[in-house]
Every structure is written in C-alpha cells, then in structure tokens.
C-alpha cells in the first residue's frame, strides 16, 4: 500500500506539500476500505458437545472465525462473556478459519444462552477497528449437581440412620405392570412378559407407595447465600437418589412461595424434580415458628431436614422427630452424630470415591 502511494506522489508532480497531503489521504481511503471490507467478510460460529450440563461440569466449546475475503484479517480478537472466552488471533489468512477451543464450568444451575460472539480488529496501520457481534443460537440447561454417592451404609452405622432404612420395599401381594425406567432394579423386571412384549417391564407392588423417606426442604429465602441454595438442591437430589437405588420412594415437603408436597416413586419422577430445580427460586417467607407448628398440624415427620444452618426451631425439630439434618455451613458447636454438616457429607461423597464424578441420566 505504501508502495502505491509513493506511485502516486511521483505521477502526481505537485508541489511536496500536496504530495503528502493526498498520499495520507489515498492511504486513509484504503484502510477505511480494508476495513468495510473484512469486517463483512469475517464470520463466527459457536459450536458445544452437549446442550444439557450439570453444575461443575466442564462443557466442551469450539468457536470457528471464517474469513470469507481474499485480504489477510489481522489482530482479530474473540470474545464470548458468557464463556470467559478471550482469545487473540495475529493473523488468519484469506478464505482461511481459524479454531478455538475451550471448557467452561458453571457454579450455578439454569439455563444460559451463550453467546454472542464477539470479533473485534483493525487494518495493518491501526487507523480503524472495526467490531461485530455474531448472534449465538446455543442454550444449554445447567442442572443441579448430583452426587454419585449412597447415603445407605452411612445411615447403618448409627440408630437414627438404621431406623430410618428399618422398612423396605414389599416384594409381595399385588403389582401393577410398567415399562422399565432408567434406574430400576433388575431384580423387579417381569422377564416372561418382557419377551412376549419385546421391551423391559417391571413390577411395582402396591404397599410399596407405603414405604419411604420424608424430607423437609426449607427454600427460604435470604437465609441461605448463592452457593449455599445450590448446595441444598445437591443434597436433597443425592438423597433422593440413594433411596430410589433401594427403591423407597421419597416424599418432600417443600417450604417455599407455597407449600409443596412432592412423592417421587421412580426414575420419572425424579427426572421432573430434577428439571423443576433447574429455575425454582428460593422465595419462602414462613416463619420459624410457623414451619414448626405446620410439621405438627400436617403430621409430617421428616426422616431428613435440609436447613442452612441450626437454629432454635430446626433443634427443636431435631429432638421432636428424632431425625438426621443435613446443613451448608460447618460450626464445631454442633457435635450431634444427627446432624451432618458439610465436611461430614463431603466426606461420606469421598468415601464412595464420588466426589469429583457428575450424575448421568441413563
């Protein structure tokens, strides 16, 4: 380009001053016509491995800038917020692209749009920077974080924990036929009527909906922080899912906005709760006394209570229903072999040898 101009200031044959005034100028022009040019030429698309995550799952992306133009773009730059992606880019050559690729992880459940893509660059002589952002069209649901840990062998070591498991599942009497769900025992699949109907069927007996676990979550809100509703969510799921394994079915009385009562008797179930989780907010107002007097009122006993912390009310409750409360916050005062504070939890997740592993739906 700078070749050009000195062609031009030596056909021109004015006076120097001139020369050099429509010499910048000529290179002004081409630069803001480098510009124009690349700019409709440079193009991004966002590409990830899956679309459904759970929390602190590392998510797999790919970002692939295409120049479509014959001039070289330089000094590009990718930026994706929602990703934490940054990343710089010195040269792509013409009709050539160019990869980015990447994890992310996210501390807290629901659903995210990522993107735009954003592309920012200048022409060689940094006169114009140009910038675009490329709509994105990829969602993904984050859900709550489930444990692959069992509950079970924990609870045997102590009276409280083994009275909680003291009534299995019914393996008599009548049943009702149902196709076969992710996650239910083999042990229930009725193998002659399978064969005839070409798919798994399974058996559940009737005086099974009798037999169970009742757990109290409290989702009040401004009595937990942000990591510490994520966390309750993780606790109520992975329970949950140890008792389903053994196939007890869990009842849930949710205090939040309004009360909430619900059984979770299968796979499907569970599946729906997941996905309710996924958005719910934390917006329950009761009080503590109130929460203690509606316990009674209703004849809830719960077995497990999810609670932020201790307080007066949940000892209360503690010492009522004689049951195991699992809390977010640590406190070395609290030496009660029922209550389960985090770094007792954690370390029954790393005794299974679960800690760093991720659910997976079947």
Known sequence: MLLLVFLFIILIGAQEFYSIFYGLALIILFDYLYSIYTRKGISAVLFTTRKEIFRDEDLRYEIVAQNDTFLPVFNAAVLVKSLDADCKINYIGPFRQFTIEGSKSFEKRGKYELGPVHISSHEPFGLFRWHVDMTSQVHITVFPKIY?????????????????????????????????????????????????????????????????????????????????EEEALSLVLTIVDSF?????????????????????????????????????????????????????????????????????????????????????????????????????WRGIFEESKSQADIYVFD
């Open 148 to 228: 692959n840990s069992d509950f079970v062998p924990f609870l045997l070591r102590n009276d409280s924990g083994s009275r909680i498991l003291s009534r299995q599942q019914s393996t008599s009497g009548s049943y009702d036929i149902r196709k076969y769900m992710p996650g239910d025992n083999l042990k229930r699949v009725h193998w002659k009527l399978s064969a005839k109907q070409d798919e798994l069927m399974v058996k559940e007996y009737m005086d099974s909906a009798k037999n169970g676990v009742n757990i109290l979550f409290d989702m009040r809100k401004n009595i937990y922080d942000e990591k510490g």
């Open 244 to 344: 389903l394994k053994r196939d007890l079915k869990a009842e849930i009385l949710i205090i939040n906005d309004n009360i909430r009562y619900t059984t979770i008797r299968n796979r499907k179930d569970f599946k729906d709760m997941v996905d309710s989780f996924v958005e719910m907010k934390f917006e329950g107002i009761m009080k503590d006394d109130l929460l203690y007097r509606l316990l009674l009122s209703e004849g809830f006993e719960p077995k497990f209570i999810i609670a932020p912390e201790m307080s007066m009310t949940v000892f209360k409750m503690l010492d009522t229903f004689n049951c195991l409360v699992l809390t977010v916050v640590d406190n070395e005062n609290w030496q009660d072999e029922r209550i389960i504070t985090p770094s007792k």
